[in-house]
Every structure is written in structure tokens, then in C-alpha cells.
Nanobody, 123 residues
Framework: VQLQASGGGLVQAGGSLRLSCAASGSIIRIDAMGWYRQAPGKQRELVATITSGGIPNYVDSVTGRFTISRDNAQNTVYLQMNSLKPEDTAVYYC??????????????????WGQGTLVTVSS
């Protein structure tokens, strides 16, 4: 399974961005998906997760400003970010709890990560 994230960029404080992350490969099932972020000099932190049934969970600092959603048919997770603040500046990573088949026919359960997309919020 591969995850491809996109949608990052430079935005002024108060602006909005929408991140996307699409999973591809020999996917049998994608369970929980999520977004994490890592600011310069800081550890990676959870931003939001969403179950396969669409139940979201957010870190307090983004509640009310960010919305996570997913399209199960497209194996894609989104993060709509509104009212962005300079402290939201970070590299954003998506992840997915996936079940896939290997070329040898084995069933593989693993958590996969996307490559990261940079979000910069200017003041």
C-alpha cells in the first residue's frame, strides 16, 4: 500500500487549505486513517483520525477549525483546515491502517505513512 499526500502550501493566517491523501496498491481494506503533523524542532503529533465508519477524533488545538473526512470508495482521506494559525505550520503526514495482499498472496496488516506535505501559515 502506498499513500500519496497533497494539498499543502503557503497561506496567510485565517486562510484555508485542504489536504488529500490517497491510498493505492493491492488493498483489501483500509481501517482507521489519520493526519499527523511535525513542526520544526518538535515531535510528530496527532491532528485527527477517522474510523472506517466515519467517526472523527481531533486534537484539542484544531477542534472547530479542522475537519477530517474520507471517501472509502477512493481510499482517500481529507483534512479541511480553516482559520489557520501560524502555529499550524508543519509538515503534515497521513497514515492508514491497511490490510493488503502481497505479490506472494500473503495478507499483510500494516500502518502506512504518506510522504508528508508542508503547510506554512504566515502571520
Amino acid at each position: 500500500v502506498q499513500l500519496q499526500a497533497s494539498g499543502g502550501g503557503l497561506v496567510q493566517a485565517g486562510g484555508s487549505l485542504r489536504l488529500s491523501c490517497a491510498a493505492s496498491g493491492s488493498i483489501i481494506r483500509i481501517d482507521a486513517m489519520g493526519w499527523y503533523r511535525q513542526a520544526p524542532g518538535k515531535q510528530r503529533e496527532l491532528v485527527a483520525t477517522i474510523t472506517s465508519g466515519g467517526i472523527p477524533n481531533y486534537v484539542d488545538s484544531v477542534t472547530g477549525r479542522f475537519t477530517i473526512s474520507r471517501d472509502n470508495a477512493q481510499n482517500t482521506v481529507y483534512l479541511q483546515m480553516n482559520s489557520l494559525k501560524p502555529e499550524d505550520t508543519a509538515v503534515y503526514y497521513c497514515n492508514a491502517d491497511s490490510l493488503s495482499s502481497s505479490p506472494g498472496g500473503e495478507i499483510v496488516a500494516e500502518i502506512k505513512w504518506g510522504q508528508g506535505t508542508l503547510v506554512t501559515v504566515s502571520s
